[in-house]
């Protein structure tokens, strides 16, 4: 692919008044350092969401922070041309402009950053990074991206050779280095997306799906710092289409990482480190069978600490949710129906109010938003209308 041109939301993706807004998760994970996804915020308060289109262009759209909760109308919308064989991630760089990256129909990975801040048309065209270390065969599945607490910009994604890549910025919102790589388990290949995460001392852990079907992680020694190597945390990870993963991470009120994957039968499970940066981890529990097979669960913490998880269900395809009963906790709230007809796994992020915000795709591959009725509340306002794009999924 020539580069014509990256995603979302990811965005869960800031300037000040967004850290301050979110101290408690600052505190945690070190600021600046924040994950990318389908869904960013930026300084004003506004979200960022973008997604791929079927045609393999994407679409991002913007809702201004006096909108935040307002119906469809509120979006405003930008086309990014080119073609992506990925889902597309956002964040926003140390300073303050977004950047989107996905993976080329060449497989190898493209970004595209934004010359303006607050300028949704001003990104300038797509570039590479490769630098003479793109592994061989290239990339499979969507990137993962972080920004670091020095500021940089970390990406990952797995290659086809089974193995974990990762490309870290030169200098803040500049250049790329080459690629490097985390390796293997051994004879075990990664066949899912990566996933990130930022401990409570602000070290990264890496997570994916093997060819065995376990859940593997891998972890900093410090912020900043080395790889520690492959760990298996067992599990038996749902066997789904390998452009997709199942794999969703967050941290909890006491600072510890609680991994959420959807496990063989459709059964949504978690496990939780044992206390905050460890390397060894509680036994799994489980949240709740009936997901459906080909999905990713997303969570997002409440202001007040607790977790919601939110599946696509296997009953009716609808959206179902589940909270914690109190923060920290190992049990969890019944499930609750969020929206009827769903075709995709969710993406959620919190806004600077802490209110969350869910996205899923509806029967016609529109983007629906939920949002949180209030902070910490178990209802969502459910009735808005599609927003205008169709995406090939999120």
Same mark, same amino acid.
């Given at each position: 692919?020539?580069?014509?041109?990256?995603?979302?939301?990811?965005?869960?993706?800031?300037?000040?008044?967004?850290?301050?807004?979110?101290?408690?998760?600052?505190?945690?994970?070190?600021?600046?350092?924040?994950?990318?996804?389908?869904?960013? $915020?930026?300084? $004003?308060?506004?979200?960022?969401?973008?997604?791929?289109?079927?045609?393999?262009?994407?679409?991002?759209? !913007?809702?201004?922070?006096?909108? +935040?909760?307002?119906?469809?109308?509120?979006?405003?919308?930008?086309?990014?041309?080119?073609?992506? &064989?990925? !889902?597309?991630?956002?964040?926003?760089?140390?300073?303050?402009?977004?950047?989107?990256?996905?993976?080329?129909?060449?497989?190898?990975?493209?970004?595209?950053?934004?010359?303006?801040?607050?300028?949704?048309?001003?990104?300038? @065209?797509?570039?590479?990074? $490769?630098?003479?270390?793109?592994?061989?065969?290239?990339?499979?599945?969507? #990137?993962?991206?972080?920004?670091?607490?020095?500021?940089?910009?970390?990406?990952?994604?797995? &290659?086809?050779?089974?193995?974990?890549? =990762?490309?870290? !910025?030169?200098?803040?919102?500049?250049?790329?280095?080459?690629?490097?790589?985390?390796?293997?388990?051994? =004879?075990?290949?990664?066949?899912?997306? #990566?996933?990130? &995460?930022?401990?409570?001392?602000?070290?990264?852990?890496?997570?994916?799906?093997?060819?065995?079907?376990?859940?593997?992680?891998?972890?900093?020694?410090?912020?900043?710092?080395?790889?520690?190597?492959?760990?298996? +945390?067992?599990?038996?990870?749902?066997?789904?289409?390998?452009?997709?993963?199942?794999?969703?991470?967050?941290?909890?009120?006491?600072?510890? +990482?609680?991994?959420?994957?959807?496990?063989?039968?459709?059964?949504?499970?978690?496990?939780? !480190?044992?206390?905050?940066?460890?390397?060894?981890?509680?036994?799994?529990?489980?949240?709740?069978?009936?997901?459906?097979?080909?999905?990713?669960?997303?969570?997002?913490?409440?202001?007040?600490?607790?977790?919601?998880?939110?599946?696509?269900?296997?009953?009716?395809?609808?959206?179902?949710?589940?909270?914690?009963?109190?923060?920290?906790?190992?049990? @969890?709230?019944? @499930?609750? $129906?969020?929206? #009827?007809?769903?075709?995709?796994?969710?993406?959620?992020?919190?806004?600077?109010?802490?209110?969350?915000?869910?996205?899923?795709?509806?029967?016609?591959?529109?983007?629906?938003?939920?949002?949180?009725?209030?902070?910490?509340?178990?209802?969502?306002? =459910?009735? +808005?209308?599609?927003?205008?794009?169709?995406?090939?999924?999120?």
């Amino acid at each position: 692919m020539q580069p014509l041109k990256r995603f979302l939301p990811l965005c869960s993706l800031f300037l000040t008044t967004a850290f301050l807004a979110i101290a408690s998760r600052a505190a945690l994970a070190g600021p600046p350092a924040r994950i990318g996804g389908r869904v960013a $915020d930026v300084g $004003d308060g506004s979200l960022i969401l973008v997604g791929r289109l079927p045609n393999g262009d994407v679409a991002i759209g !913007q809702k201004k922070g006096s909108s +935040l909760y307002a119906g469809p109308q509120a979006w405003g919308w930008y086309g990014l041309a080119g073609v992506l &064989a990925s !889902q597309p991630v956002t964040v926003v760089n140390a300073n303050n402009k977004l950047i989107v990256f996905g993976r080329g129909t060449d497989n190898r990975m493209y970004f595209r950053q934004q010359a303006t801040i607050g300028d949704l048309s001003s990104f300038v @065209w797509w570039d590479v990074i $490769d630098s003479g270390t793109n592994p061989s065969g290239g990339f499979r599945n969507d #990137p993962a991206l972080v920004r670091l607490g020095d500021g940089k910009l970390e990406v990952f994604g797995t &290659a086809n050779d089974g193995s974990m890549y =990762t490309s870290t !910025q030169n200098t803040i919102a500049g250049s790329w280095a080459g690629w490097s790589s985390l390796g293997k388990p051994g =004879t075990i290949k990664f066949v899912s997306s #990566p996933v990130v &995460a930022i401990n409570a001392n602000g070290a990264l852990s890496v997570f994916a799906r093997g060819s065995n079907n376990e859940l593997w992680t891998n972890q900093q020694t410090a912020a900043l710092g080395a790889w520690r190597g492959w760990s298996s +945390l067992g599990g038996a990870l749902q066997n789904i289409n390998p452009t997709r993963d199942c794999i969703a991470v967050d941290y909890d009120s006491n600072g510890r +990482l609680v991994a959420i994957v959807n496990n063989a039968g459709g059964t949504v499970s978690f496990r939780v !480190q044992s206390f905050p940066s460890a390397t060894t981890w509680n036994a799994w529990g489980t949240l709740l069978g009936g997901a459906h097979g080909n999905t990713r669960p997303a969570v997002a913490r409440n202001t007040d600490g607790r977790l919601t998880v939110f599946f696509w269900a296997d009953y009716g395809t609808s959206l179902a949710y589940q909270s914690q009963t109190a923060p920290g906790a190992s049990t @969890w709230n019944n @499930w609750t $129906d969020a929206y #009827p007809k769903v075709t995709s796994s969710p993406v959620m992020f919190d806004d600077w109010n802490g209110i969350i915000h869910v996205f899923a795709l509806d029967a016609s591959g529109y983007p629906r938003e939920l949002i949180q009725t209030s902070a910490n509340a178990n209802t969502y306002n =459910t009735g +808005l209308g599609p927003l205008p794009y169709q995406f090939s999924d999120l």
